[in-house]
């Protein structure tokens, strides 16, 4: 009894598999019989990338009932770029050089003048490139040798480096008192242009700076040198002119 109840569930339940089985194999058919209905059916065609795809024959595409019946055409793999083209070659360029630009200092000239001595000119040279060109455009640039056509020419300022009257002017507490003008005067065109008053006028400018300082700070030895020394010496100049 109970072998032929297990024999009739066997058969009962294969019975319902073969039901399920023939209703969505119907089921499936019918749907794919009304795919493209108006629009001449359903046609096939190469993918792109290899492989089948469906579409109405038409050209129209699947509707979203038709399409999950009906394989894609699988996704193609992104493409690898080809590898650049690259080729060198060479190349020379003229290229002007920077003139120094220099200062001579002249004793005979008065601190805050100057002039040019020497006008500067730019020089020449001749550069050799390799250049890398990749597909058509130009990626590095690489300097081979370089040749001097022509040496720059630097410019010369020559700047005054006269230095005043220092112990006048500690003594007259400003570089601008008038008796300081005839001390110059006297120094540029009577002590400099002789070679005994060259030297006498170095040495002054050697040794007068740090007395000059110390007669600064004392107003006493300022007013006794002003009136024993510095006066009566513009004095005797001005008479002798």
Request: a positive charge; aromatic letters at 10%.
């Amino acid at each position: 009894m109970k072998i032929k109840i297990t024999k009739l569930f066997s058969i009962l339940i294969g019975v319902c598999f073969f039901l399920t089985t023939f209703l969505f194999a119907a089921q499936m058919v019918n749907a794919r019989q009304g795919c493209c209905s108006w629009h001449g059916g359903v046609c096939t065609y190469q993918c792109p990338c290899g492989g089948i795809g469906y579409m109405c024959c038409d050209g129209s595409a699947l509707s979203a009932t038709c399409a999950p019946y009906y394989p894609s055409c699988k996704p193609c793999p992104p493409k690898t770029p080809p590898a650049p083209k690259c080729e060198t070659k060479t190349d020379k360029a003229t290229e002007e050089i920077p003139f120094e630009k220099r200062t001579e200092p002249d004793k005979n000239l008065k601190k805050g003048e100057t002039y040019i001595k020497q006008a500067g000119k730019n020089g020449q040279k001749e550069i050799s490139y390799k250049i890398t060109v990749c597909d058509g455009k130009e990626t590095g640039r690489e300097v081979v040798s370089e040749n001097i056509i022509e040496q720059p020419t630097p410019e010369i300022a020559v700047i005054g480096a006269k230095e005043g009257c220092f112990i006048a002017t500690a003594v007259y507490g400003t570089p601008t008192a008038e008796n300081l003008y005839v001390l110059r005067k006297f120094r540029d065109e009577k002590l400099l242009t002789n070679s005994f008053g060259v030297k006498f006028v170095d040495a002054y400018y050697t040794y007068s700076p740090s007395l000059a300082n110390y007669i600064a700070q004392h107003p006493t030895l300022k007013y006794l040198i002003k009136e024993t020394q510095i006066d009566p010496l513009v004095w005797v100049i001005n008479r002798l002119e």
